[in-house]
């Protein structure tokens, strides 16, 4: 099986990149360990992080029933993150 080494975020040199790693370490979601994945190209890390932001910390419905949302999607297809 294949192994995606992750981005050390102090060699970072993109503070749009270090400030999505460090929101992803301070609120474990996403997962730091998956952000650190997509900063090896930082336009998928920037795309993925401003689609998270818009919709799972913002938008209109309460924050709960996105959460629920994600554990019956991860659950469903059986993702173990």
């Excluded at 929101?23 to 730091?32: D, M, Q, Y």
């Excluded at 997509?38 to 992080?49: E, M, Q």
């Excluded at 554990?71 to 993150?81: A, F, G, L």
């Amino acid at each position: 099986m294949a192994r995606i080494s992750y981005v050390d975020v102090d060699k970072l040199d993109d503070a749009e990149l270090r400030d999505y790693m460090e929101r992803a370490r301070r609120f474990g979601t996403p997962r730091p360990e998956t952000q650190a994945i997509r900063s090896h190209v930082p336009a998928v890390a920037r795309a993925f992080s401003r689609a998270w932001e818009r919709i799972f910390r913002k938008g209109v419905l309460e924050h709960s029933l996105k959460e629920l949302c994600r554990v019956y999607v991860s659950q469903t297809i059986e993702c173990n993150y």
